[in-house]
């Protein structure tokens, strides 16, 4: 049993700090994934559990052991690598084995634990193959197969289907979810992709910057973001917003207008409101429908129409450029005038801080 | 205290241990650096077997005032640019020969590059006879062609110049092959645009080749620079440095003094040798490096 | 298709090639065939009678078996330099290129010092009477290990740069300690370059004549190219004798060259070029 604490977890080069302080509890058998943009420290966290990296300050509890200076080796830990890192001059079954090998597993114990890993992802016949010999899925196979012959409480992937192409993309994220549901064991995953990060995750941590954002399930962050970032990040095409002003806070209704919005009613978030208060609207291109008078105008700058839906990019009067997407096909005509409804209660209001108001 | 913590916050070791240093760096330490740094003490001594006196720059003066160790001061400078200079020249003109779509371009290769391997004392010997004014091939070849060859090895004036065409032919195919190597990595796309500019075999080597093999001739020049300055084994094995001095370099001076029981003035010797070649080749190899930078 | 003209270009070159580079090799080649009346006429003839056997055995057996005695110091020499060198090269070439502190600058500076300055004979021969190593063979492939570091160094470096870091950091978390690392992950995957380093070096190192003349004195530590030039002067009206023994220590590099040209010429260049 091993579930993972993070205590206030930081990480400096020098006078650079990556990682200012992670708190984070992760259970037993969690599927875990460190999502952002590249350079925001989720990476680096992940080598910080894994060991690769020194931490600075804080502590890494791993099931009930404090793993700041423990070896790699002695975490309980096996990681898949962005770009495999199979070992050049060894066959598949030495790769594979090379742990054991090191940890002077006797050798009928080694060949067995190998076989049952090779079966377990079906690649026995690649066993006496070297990684040059591979496919990238291959490849990616042997790193997965390598990590669960080690048989770790923990296993962590660093954007591990970065380098496959679209197709195998889908495919393998299925087999790792699988193979989470097989094993049972607790997975920390780094992807800056958020479509990996919502179909794996039981858990998505969102960082930016060195910090974590939110943790909570994808339909979580997806409905109820707790800021700009996270609401931007999260969900594609992108969330989008605009500046308006709190015009009447009417029971369970609150009207806000601005530049780009003319009285639009949202259901009243339970904090309270002002009127005349700063806020930023943010509506999901999905929950924009285009009515005849509507409350946001815009003109039509750019249509995708894919049959099913239709994806339009709109100019609002400030010069905000917004997608929206709009189910069926619709044929509109550029520079044609456009005017949205947003669904009530789907909109979200940020602050001026950039925090949810709910 | 690091000491004292190995556990709970302590550093997790690296995997890159600093005593892998350890090993090479006693060897080169102590055979090579020691020796190097109080060889500029010992320069500034009189040095026999029994003792050193220290006598101040009294070896330098007397370096820069006979003439016969000034006489290798130039030679050296001397051997040092025609051998790099003729390396250059035809090290490029052979590897462009080379990755041409020439007949026998392997053998060719092959013929170029193995008298790299060759001893050079016994191609030393050897074209010590073939050099033989009267006996050697060499005059007795150009002779049937009704040329009086001239004493390469006995004329004071061409004697070095002899000893720096052996050493081109030893070593013109190490730099050839280093040139083959850059050349080959030139993306065959800039000549295709240089084509299609309307750009002749002339321009394609004046505004293509050359530019872009310049990685290749700071290495040709750099090694043979350096080694040019520092040759003894083919001077010593073709002409001892005579007839007279005439072919002496700093090298074989530093050799000569040494067997006559000059330590110390073989000493200022090396310390002459090191501050030549930092002045000459560190501008050189800065100067090379800087114009590949620009592009 | 080649054109005319380069098939008489390729002509040309050949025959060029011959006059240059090979009739001098004919040439030592004839010479160990001929017997002393006849080589004392230093020309390109054909032999007059097969006198090879007689002065391999000759050259051999002179001075109580020297060239034997050379042959077996210069091997040790070679093989045990270049066993050390290759290893503790690729030790150093390993760290400094995987592990950026402050002391890389000066690292680099004293490898490109090593390939550059002349070593100090003199002192150098003192320091190695004060260790009791001078006229040692043990002492002679320290020397050799010594000043030819820095150009091992470089070529692993180099080649080091090139295999992912991931790699190492693989095999960290497969639980191998540095020495793991090094021996079983890194130092099989230098192969193409410890082949040019091996082939290099003991090139260098079995032809290197200016060495061992100052620090292997005396006729019990020859090495091959000392007998050279111990014979010279012996063999002065025997130039039979004497093209036998060049053609002797030839052997060695003409065997490292039909076995190894390739890499060689691959990777000298990978190392030089990119330096």
């Keep these: ?358 | 205290m690091a000491a004292a913590a190995p556990t709970s916050h302590g550093k997790s070791r690296s995997l890159y241990p600093g005593w892998f240093f350890l090993p090479a760096a006693v060897i080169y330490a102590v055979l090579f650096l020691a020796p190097t740094l109080s060889s500029f003490y010992y320069s500034l001594t009189r040095w026999t077997l029994f003792n050193a006196t220290f006598i101040g720059l009294d070896n330098f003066v007397q370096f820069f005032r006979e003439p016969f160790l000034v006489q290798g001061l130039i030679n050296t400078v001397v051997y040092a640019v025609i051998t790099s200079g003729l390396k250059v020249v035809l090290g490029m003109a052979l590897a462009m020969l080379l990755t041409s779509n020439i007949i026998a371009r392997g053998y060719l290769r092959s013929v170029v590059f193995f008298p790299v391997l060759v001893s050079t004392v016994g191609v030393g010997i050897t074209f010590t006879v073939l050099m033989h004014p009267t006996q050697g091939m060499i005059n007795e070849g150009l002779a049937l062609l009704g040329i009086k060859g001239p004493g390469w090895l006995v004329d004071p004036k061409l004697a070095l110049f002899s000893v720096a065409l052996v050493d081109v032919w030893k070593g013109v195919g190490l730099a050839t092959v280093i040139y083959i190597a850059g050349l080959v990595a030139i993306p065959k796309d800039y000549y295709e645009a240089a084509r299609i500019d309307g750009a002749g075999p002339w321009q394609n080597f004046l505004y293509v080749t050359l530019p872009l093999s310049r990685p290749a001739t700071a290495t040709v020049i750099t090694l043979s620079f350096i080694g040019g300055l520092r040759t003894f084994d083919l001077i010593w094995a073709m002409t001892k440095g005579g007839p007279g001095f005439a072919s002496d370099t700093v090298a074989s001076v530093i050799y000569k003094q040494y067997q006559a029981g000059f330590y110390g003035l073989s000493t200022a010797g090396n310390v002459v040798l090191f501050i030549l070649i930092g002045i000459l080749v560190v501008p050189i190899t800065m100067f090379l490096n800087r114009k590949q930078g620009h592009e | 298709m080649r054109s005319r003209a380069s098939v008489l270009g390729g002509i040309v070159a050949i025959l060029a090639s011959v006059v240059v580079f090979l009739v001098p090799f004919a040439f030592i080649v004839l010479m160990t065939f001929k017997d002393q009346r006849q080589a004392a006429l230093r020309d390109f003839s054909w032999p007059t009678g097969f006198h090879l056997w007689d002065n391999i055995v000759t050259v051999v057996t002179t001075r109580n078996w020297m060239l034997v005695t050379a042959f077996v110091n210069s091997t040790i020499l070679t093989v045990a330099s270049v066993t050390l060198l290759v290893i503790l090269a690729a030790m150093v070439g390993f760290v400094l290129a995987r592990r950026k502190t402050k002391f890389n600058g000066l690292i680099e500076f004293l490898i490109l010092a090593g390939l550059m300055i002349p070593p100090a004979v003199v002192p150098t021969i003192t320091l190695l009477q004060g260790l009791k190593l001078f006229g040692t063979l043990h002492g002679m492939i320290l020397i050799e290990v010594a000043y030819n570091l820095p150009f091992s160094i470089i070529l692993y470096r180099a080649f080091i740069a090139t295999i992912p870091r991931e790699l190492d950091e693989a095999a960290r978390i497969d639980g191998a300690r540095p020495l793991d690392v090094f021996f079983r992950v890194i130092l099989p995957l230098l192969w193409p370059v410890t082949v040019t380093n091996i082939v290099v070096q003991s090139v260098g190192i079995f032809n290197d004549f200016t060495n061992p003349l100052y620090y292997l004195p005396g006729n019990a530590n020859a090495t091959v190219q000392l007998t050279l030039y111990n014979f010279q002067s012996q063999f002065n009206t025997s130039f039979n004798l004497l093209f036998t023994n060049i053609a002797l220590i030839t052997i060695p590099p003409l065997i490292v060259f039909l076995f190894f040209n390739r890499q060689i010429v691959a990777g000298m260049t990978a190392g030089a070029v990119k330096g």
């Design chain 1, 1 to 358: 049993m091993a579930g993972l604490s993070l205590k206030s977890l930081h990480k400096s080069y020098g006078e650079v700090e990556v990682i200012k302080g992670v708190d984070l509890d992760i259970e037993h058998g969690e599927f875990v994934v460190f999502v952002g943009p590249s350079g925001c420290g989720k990476s680096t966290l992940l080598r910080m559990i894994a060991g690769l990296e020194d931490i600075t300050g804080g502590e890494l509890w791993i099931g009930d052991k404090l793993c700041n200076a423990v070896e790699p080796r002695d975490r309980g830990i096996a990681m898949v690598f962005q770009n495999y890192a199979l070992y050049p001059h060894m066959t598949v079954y030495d790769n594979v084995g090379f742990g054991l090998k090191l940890a002077k597993t006797p050798h009928d114990v080694r060949e067995q634990k190998i076989r049952e890993a090779a079966r377990i992802l079906q690649m026995e016949h690649l066993l006496d193959r070297k990684p040059s010999q591979l496919s990238g899925g291959q490849r990616q196979r042997v790193a997965i197969g390598r990590a669960i012959v080690r048989q770790p409480e923990v296993f962590l992937f660093d954007e591990p289907l970065s380098n496959l192409d679209a197709a195998l993309r889908v495919d393998t994220r299925m087999e790792i979810s699988k193979l989470h549901q097989d094993l049972g064991a607790t997975m920390i995953y780094v992807t800056h992709d958020q479509v990996e990060a919502m179909t794996l995750a039981d858990k998505i941590v969102v960082l930016n910057a060195g910090v974590v954002q939110q943790v909570g399930a994808p339909i979580d962050l997806y409905q109820r973001p707790a800021n700009l970032f996270v609401a931007g990040f999260i969900g594609s095409p992108k969330m989008n917003f605009v500046e308006v002003k709190v015009g009447a806070v009417n029971g369970e209704t609150v009207t806000v207008s601005g530049q780009d919005v003319l009285n639009l009613q949202l259901t009243k978030p339970a904090a309270s409101l002002g009127v005349g208060d700063t806020l930023t609207l943010g509506v999901r291109p999905h929950d924009l429908t285009p009515v005849a008078s509507g409350s946001i105008l815009g003109r039509v700058a750019l249509i995708e129409r894919l049959g099913n839906e239709t994806i339009v990019n709109v100019e609002l009067p400030s010069g905000a450029s917004w997608l929206a997407v709009l189910a069926g096909d619709h044929a509109l005509t550029r520079g044609e005038s456009l005017t949205f409804n947003a669904d009530p209660a789907k909109t979200i209001l940020f602050d001026k801080a950039g925090n949810a108001v709910y």
